[in-house]
């Protein structure tokens, strides 16, 4: 079974970094897409940023410029480099992998940003 294993949330001040990193666990079939997304309790899940297979990439309006995403398709893992960052961006976030067949969620980890 596939799982999608996060790391690297944490507490940082205004203005630091941080880097999240997703690995899949298993056997996985293509991935199309890798994005990130984050949602706040009681709020809708929004989109980070993706990077397709080709390593086209894409970013919410609100991180771009201060968030970088990449992947390793031989290691099947998404990083997401975080910089610059804001109390706004306090919140979980998640990985998302898609193949063509199916879609997969880690379990969220958790970034907290303070002023």
């Known amino acids: 079974q596939v799982q999608l294993v996060e790391s690297g949330g944490g507490l940082v001040q205004a203005g630091g970094s941080l880097r999240l990193s997703c690995a899949a666990s298993g056997s996985i079939s293509t991935i199309n897409v890798m994005a990130w997304y984050r949602q706040a309790p009681g709020k809708q899940r929004d989109l980070v940023a993706t990077?397709?297979?080709?390593?086209?990439?894409n970013y919410a309006d609100s991180v771009k410029g201060r968030f970088t995403i990449s992947r390793d398709n031989a290691k099947n893992t998404v990083d997401l480099q975080m910089s610059s960052l804001k109390p706004e961006d306090t919140t979980d976030y998640y990985c998302n992998f898609r193949t063509d067949v199916r879609t997969y969620w880690g379990q969220g980890t958790q970034v907290t940003v303070s002023s």
């Open positions: 990077i397709i297979r080709g390593e086209t990439t």
